[in-house]
């Protein structure tokens, strides 16, 4: 059974950093592309950055240059570096995986997620 242990969510001020976390099990870690996506209150789900099966990282336009994602393929654990925070991040964030090949990542097209971590940005 796969499973995406998102953690590390929480409240800080716009401008502030928080770091997410994603244990996985349940498959192997290699064969697939994995990133995470987030969903406000109210939206839709929004892709935020994914890992291709060869190591590519893409990121949303929205989080480019503010967040950093990476993988240890030792732990089958990826992480979310969030920097610079802004209020519209405000969102549940998911880690999910998909298909290593084609365009599912670029395009964030998950097509398995566990249960996301809260991230509150004040202003």
Known sequence: EVQLQASGGGLVQ???SLRLSCAASGFIFDDYSIGWFRQAPGMEREGVSCVSGIG???YADSVTGRFTMSKDNAKGTV???MDN???EDTAVYHCAITNPYG???PTFSFKSWG???LVTVSS
């Open 14 to 16: 716009a401008g502030g």
């Open 56 to 58: 590519d990282t893409y």
């Open 79 to 81: 992480y979310l570096q």
């Open 85 to 87: 925070l802004k209020p």
């Open 103 to 105: 365009s599912n990542c």
């Open 115 to 117: 249960q996301g971590t």
